[in-house]
């Protein structure tokens, strides 16, 4: 059984969280936390194309200069090469898992 109670946790951003449920070459998934106020730095990915699925919360992600807004149980893909930044403009916490193909290991870059 894999739970984020007995995978490798790690911080990121401002007080956000990130639980590496499976973290393989040619996959990864990762359960992730955001309090309000959060957001994560605008980037792209060369390679990986992304599923990103609401387990709680709201969730605001732009992707390709395009707001979206999701709820719990909703979902948004980005393609590879395609700039993008998740944010938690909500009044709760936002909890989703980001499923990447292949994993974003050394494929994230920055963008403005």
Not at 6 to 25: A, F, K, P, S, T
Not at 85 to 112: A, G, H, M
Request: net charge negative.
């Amino acid at each position: 059984m894999i739970s984020k109670n007995n995978v490798e946790h790690y911080i990121w951003g401002n007080n956000c969280d990130g639980w590496r449920l499976i973290n393989e070459e040619d996959r990864s998934i990762i359960h992730e936390r955001m309090p309000t106020g959060t957001r994560e730095v605008r980037h792209l990915h060369y390679k990986a194309r992304q599923f990103f699925f609401i387990l709680s919360g709201e969730m605001t992600i732009e992707v390709d200069g395009k707001e979206y807004i999701l709820m719990a149980h909703e979902g948004i893909e980005v393609l590879p090469t395609v700039p993008h930044q998740v944010f938690n403009k909500s009044d709760n916490e936002l909890e989703f898992l980001v499923v990447s193909l292949p994993n974003v290991r050394n494929d994230r870059i920055t963008v403005d």
